[in-house]
């Protein structure tokens, strides 16, 4: 009997990886990414085909994490809450900028729901995979600083208006010292917005529940203990996490094409 097959993009990508090691045992895997499976360190496996391409743009991503952080967001944010620099105490407005995360293994767990029932659902249905509400930067920094220094650290909260002001000055300077920092303009659109979530319709139609013990919050500890333990593996994964990965020349000109509605 011939195996289900699977269309996997952004194959080589971190939620990708974690798809393809879990999933190639009992389907045939169609993987498309924009680097190669020895340059992702992406599993191989008969069952998988690989295909290098670019499909369109990747902005809109889940907060997915794991255990060695890998989201770029949260990893800069440890980075800075954890130092010993004039900013490791700042949050943005009131700290109130929120938004769900879901561990890597919930990501698999919901996928392989989504195949067990991939038959009773409609043509076309949108599930979420995303845990309810969100998380705030207070409450992320409240756990963190817990964790590592033993006790909360009292945040500075810098008013909305004048972060615009500081993150250009930084990226100005940025230019200068060659280290420009994470933060970006758009980003300040976002201060003090909460982005809940609300997968009732999606637990209720697969019978999929993230998992308590999965939590962002429960899993900080686990977290900061990686990031204290093992500083070399935990910036190779997170900084592997950041890359993008470069275009062949036949994409960069269907990018160039695109841009310019040619």
């Given at each position: 009997m011939p195996l289900p097959r699977l269309v996997i993009t952004r194959a080589s990508g971190f939620v990708g990886r974690y798809l393809l090691d879990a999933l190639n045992g009992k389907n045939k895997i169609f993987a498309n990414a924009r680097r190669s499976q020895k340059q992702s360190g992406a599993p191989i496996h008969p069952n998988i085909l690989w295909h290098r391409a670019d499909i369109g743009d990747y902005d809109a991503l889940a907060a997915v994490f794991s255990d060695w952080c890998e989201y770029p967001v949260l990893y800069m944010f440890l980075g800075t809450w954890l130092s010993d620099t004039w900013t490791s105490n700042v949050l943005a407005g009131r700290g109130k900028s929120s938004v769900p995360y879901l561990h890597i293994r919930d990501?698999?767990?919901?996928?392989?729901?989504?195949?067990?029932?991939?038959?009773?659902?409609?043509?076309?249905?949108?599930?979420?995979?995303?845990?309810?509400?969100?998380?705030?930067?207070?409450?992320?920094?409240?756990?963190?600083?817990?964790?590592?220094?033993?006790?909360?650290?009292?945040?500075?909260?810098?008013?909305?208006?004048?972060?615009?002001?500081?993150?250009?000055?930084?990226?100005?300077?940025?230019?200068?010292?060659?280290?420009?920092?994470?933060?970006?303009?758009?980003?300040?659109?976002?201060?003090?917005?909460?982005?809940?979530?609300?997968?009732?319709?999606?637990?209720?139609?697969?019978?999929?529940?993230?998992?308590?013990?999965?939590?962002?919050?429960?899993?900080?500890?686990?977290?900061?203990?990686?990031?204290?333990?093992?500083?070399?593996?935990?910036?190779?994964?997170?900084?592997?996490?950041?890359?993008?990965?470069?275009?062949?020349?036949?994409?960069?000109?269907?990018?160039?094409?695109?841009?310019?509605?040619?």
């Amino acid at each position: 009997m011939p195996l289900p097959r699977l269309v996997i993009t952004r194959a080589s990508g971190f939620v990708g990886r974690y798809l393809l090691d879990a999933l190639n045992g009992k389907n045939k895997i169609f993987a498309n990414a924009r680097r190669s499976q020895k340059q992702s360190g992406a599993p191989i496996h008969p069952n998988i085909l690989w295909h290098r391409a670019d499909i369109g743009d990747y902005d809109a991503l889940a907060a997915v994490f794991s255990d060695w952080c890998e989201y770029p967001v949260l990893y800069m944010f440890l980075g800075t809450w954890l130092s010993d620099t004039w900013t490791s105490n700042v949050l943005a407005g009131r700290g109130k900028s929120s938004v769900p995360y879901l561990h890597i293994r919930d990501v698999v767990s919901f996928f392989k729901a989504l195949l067990d029932r991939i038959d009773q659902l409609e043509h076309g249905e949108i599930l979420m995979a995303s845990t309810d509400g969100s998380i705030t930067h207070r409450e992320l920094f409240d756990e963190v600083t817990l964790a590592y220094f033993g006790q909360r650290k009292n945040p500075i909260f810098m008013p909305k208006l004048l972060c615009p002001v500081g993150v250009h000055m930084r990226r100005f300077f940025g230019n200068f010292t060659g280290s420009r920092p994470f933060e970006s303009p758009w980003m300040c659109r976002y201060i003090d917005r909460q982005m809940n979530m609300d997968g009732s319709k999606t637990r209720a139609r697969l019978g999929w529940n993230p998992r308590p013990r999965l939590e962002i919050l429960r899993r900080i500890p686990f977290i900061v203990e990686n990031y204290r333990a093992e500083p070399a593996e935990w910036h190779h994964r997170n900084t592997a996490a950041m890359k993008v990965a470069p275009l062949l020349l036949h994409l960069k000109i269907h990018s160039l094409m695109k841009a310019h509605g040619i």
